[in-house]
């Protein structure tokens, strides 16, 4: 099929090489604009658009195409039969949807509707859903909201991260729209019974609260790594913990660190902190972070 590809970031790129791999035409990869990044704020283009240029497809990096009947114009002179977007991180309008034969389908990284919007990874693990998985959907013009090609679930278990649940939805993605491409469709229309919607992360989404229940925070812990990453303040510092343990039975005032071994205590039970970082340091265990400064029992977190 003669395709265009829609994506940004790393989740969209196995699912660019899968369609390449299968042979179709992909006679335009659509992606957004170079970033700045780093400590030198030098211009990154996006992990898709570095795959594109790898493969030697042609890449298209519009600002926005919401309004802009040129970008129309130009992506329907396309001769699509189907546009895949996967994570493009722009809002396409009625013309673009339209213009290729088969529409614009999108992989989504949850199992419709139980999660519409952009952040359905972590919304999943946060919630404490016992599965998440792959939604490939015709597009239309609401949020998430079109007919349901195929689905199919990942496990979530009490080790899954945000990191891992990407990396096995972006390979899980990548061979779902191989398929959907390959065989008739059967759309099944989506209905809002269980819908949920799953905002954009921001830093301060990390922030622990310990009045919460040690198991909440130790999803938050799994669900928001590695970005904004869950954080607290120990004395005037902000620290970032990236691996901790639920303790039932443990109790204390909340944030209290109840023993010498960074078991800090919740509004329900305990968190044992396995690994943290200290500001513009590595991710350390537990053991050797404490070997460079002790955390006594009685030590409040914020």
Not at 6 to 11: I, K, V
Not at 57 to 81: G, M, S
Not at 146 to 161: A, Q
């Amino acid at each position: 099929m003669r395709l265009a590809f829609m994506g940004t970031p790393d989740f969209a790129v196995p699912a660019l090489q899968a369609l390449h791999a299968a042979g179709h035409e992909i006679a335009a990869v659509y992606t957004q604009p170079p970033r700045p990044a780093g400590r030198g704020q030098a211009m990154r283009p996006s992990p898709v658009q570095r795959e594109a240029e790898r493969l030697g497809l042609p890449a298209r990096c519009p600002v926005r195409v919401k309004r802009d009947e040129a970008a129309w114009a130009e992506f329907a002179a396309l001769e699509l039969d189907a546009a895949i977007v996967a994570a493009y991180g722009l809002i396409l309008p009625k013309p673009m949807l339209d213009a290729p034969r088969r529409g614009c389908l999108n992989i989504h990284a949850s199992l419709l509707p139980r999660w519409r919007g952009a952040g359905p990874i972590q919304a999943a693990i946060l919630a404490g859903d016992e599965q998440s998985g792959i939604t490939i959907m015709q597009m239309e013009e609401g949020l998430d909201t079109g007919p349901m090609l195929l689905k199919e679930e990942v496990p979530i278990t009490p080790s899954t991260t945000a990191t891992s649940l990407h990396d096995a939805l972006a390979a899980l993605g990548a061979r779902l729209i191989v398929r959907a491409l390959a065989e008739p469709a059967h759309p099944v229309p989506q209905t809002d019974d269980g819908a949920c919607y799953a905002p954009r992360l921001t830093r301060e989404d990390g922030r622990i609260d310990w009045s919460r229940d040690a198991g909440a925070i130790d999803r938050q812990v799994r669900a928001l790594t590695p970005w904004p990453g869950a954080f607290s303040t120990l004395g005037d510092v902000t620290v970032k913990i990236a691996a901790a343990t639920p303790v039932a039975g443990a109790s204390g005032v909340p944030g209290t660190v109840l023993d010498d071994a960074l078991l800090v205590a919740c509004g329900t039970g305990a968190l044992r902190i396995d690994r943290l970082q200290w500001p513009g340091r590595s991710v350390l265990d537990a053991r050797d972070f404490l070997r460079g400064r002790p955390v006594p029992p009685g030590t409040q977190f914020g």
